[in-house]
């Protein structure tokens, strides 16, 4: 089966302004997270979709960041505008769960962002 | 809250050596553990996973005991090879909607 897909894999902007990023989960995936990976630390969960509602997006930059899941399907993930300190891999992931045990994310290559 | 903590890195070892990172969490209820790999210019990669207590995840000779007693999950293989050098995430699943939460990841360099 395809995998997850993310574009674009890399991206360089100025800070102030604006990128956005896309994902394409595994077909038939109710579970969406977009994740930010700061160079040497692990994956911060930003935002979590249950199909095209969200269910978590506690850490989510609310002042800058958005992302959404229209239909369910695909997401796109934005930054407006953008900080030095944005810069990141923005990594994408999907899992069979609903209310179920026993799944495990798969995920996108990521988008590597730099913010000069 | 929910969180996974495992033992920094980075870790050198000689080929042929015996490998342990070690993992521990806390979580309410009852989650789903999970090592990740990461190789070098990749994406994160399931390497092995445990559902239930005493169970054992294996793959391409790493193993992970779920142990409930110590909430730990730790990696361990017998012999590493110089291609295991990556970078290893303790994860967990958890919660009503099944939130997937990360260690900060131990980089391991396995030299010949």
């Known amino acids: 089966e395809a995998g997850v897909a993310q574009s674009p894999r890399y991206k360089i902007i100025e800070k102030r302004q604006s990128v956005a990023f896309w994902c394409n989960p595994i077909?038939?995936?109710?579970?969406l997270y977009w994740y930010q990976q700061i160079l040497g630390q692990g994956p911060k969960l930003l935002i979590q979709?249950?199909?095209?509602?969200?269910?978590?997006d506690s850490q989510l930059p609310k002042d800058r960041f958005s992302a959404e899941r229209l239909k369910g399907v695909d997401s796109t993930l934005k930054i407006q505008p953008a900080k030095l300190e944005d810069s990141a891999v923005y990594l994408c992931?999907?899992?069979?769960?609903?209310?179920?045990?026993?799944?495990?994310?798969?995920f996108g290559q990521g988008t590597r962002l730099t913010v000069v | 809250g929910d969180s996974v903590t495992q033992m920094e890195g980075p870790v050198t070892l000689s080929e042929e050596a015996f490998l342990t990172i070690n993992c521990t969490y806390t979580a309410t209820g009852y989650p789903s553990l999970f090592w990740y790999v990461q190789y070098p210019g990749e994406g994160l990669q399931l390497l092995l996973k445990?559902?239930?207590?005493?169970d054992k995840g294996s793959n391409k000779g790493f193993e992970a005991t779920y142990r409930k007693e110590t909430t730990s999950f730790h990696l361990e293989k017998g012999s590493v090879q110089v291609s295991d050098s990556a970078v290893y995430f303790c994860?967990?699943?958890?919660?009503?909607?099944?939130?997937?939460?990360f260690g900060t990841g131990t980089k391991l360099q396995v030299i010949p």
């Open positions: 994860a967990m699943n958890s919660g009503g909607y099944q939130k997937v939460t």
């Open positions: 979709f249950q199909n095209n509602g969200v269910v978590d």
């Open positions: 992931a999907s899992s069979h769960s609903r209310q179920g045990r026993n799944t495990e994310a798969f």
């Open positions: 445990a559902t239930k207590a005493d």
């Open positions: 077909s038939g995936h109710a579970t």
